[in-house]
């Protein structure tokens, strides 16, 4: 089960055309899952929040989210989703690909204007906020955290700019009830109309600390194990996979992620395992073979420690 599949686990929220894939899904914390962890995907994703409260990071900062809020993740962004304080957390995922705003042929609109956004090219705030909230608490491991301050300052302050993202994504959603004949040019009409408000915002402003070569370094280390946890990984495939010595992909991993690799990769499949859990009927040995533990016993203890009860016992309370 590779994260998409994960982030979608629940049916779409409508049933959209394959040749216009602009899709939603409603998700929930805990009840779906108990997180979304650090990955990356080349389409652009709003995550609007409906009720509750989370912790959402995007590219190593963490930020406390609640009711309204709407976050931001541009192609290739990394970021992850989480519990506050055990809070629960519903939300809706709004997923699709930069290519659905291009035209054919050389579209001197969408290299002017939008291309800049999806880059990151762009000053754009990651969060925008209904209104102010009590700072966060805490980050994830290997997160800095962004206690509503400076890095939110922005997406508290465009009071326009929110108001703006909301009402074209509501709209959305309204058209997205009925699909009236030819809800794609009402929905496209509200994207661009979107994007222009985060364009108008920026005001042609650079960022000023673009992506570095770590971060892209670690994003293929993500995305390996992403696509091949139920495999067995070595820290030495993980080094070759970005031209490291072992002793120095280890000291890098730590520093970056806040954790060893190996301790990434067992809780990165542990968290597969426990939606694999509430997904199917499968036995906990299928499941643990499954996400990639060969040893029943060891899973059992892994699985307990991460998430406070045994995998029967985390079956039996979500269902």
Known sequence: MHIPEYESYHESKNHFDAAFPYNTYLCSIPLDFMQVPLHWHDEIEFIYIKKGRGVISVDFTAYEVGAADIVLILPGQL?????????????????????????????ECFRRFLQPIFSMQ???PAILRADDAPPCP??????????RGQLAKAGREADGLYAAVRACLDENDRICMHFPPGYPLAIKSNLFSLFFAVYAAGDGKIRAVPAGKNIEKLKSVIKYVELNYASPISVEQAAGLVGFSKSHFMKYFKQTMGVPFTAYLNDYRLTMAARLLLQSDDTVLSVASEVGFDNLSYFNRAFKRMFGMTPTQYRARGR
């Open 122 to 124: 762009l000053a754009c």
């Open 79 to 107: 970021h992850a989703i989480s519990s506050a304080d055990g809070a629960a957390m519903e939300y809706e995922n709004i997923i699709f690909h930069p290519n659905l705003l291009e035209s054919a042929g050389a579209d």
């Open 138 to 147: 805490g980050a994830p491991t290997g997160m800095k955290n962004d206690p």
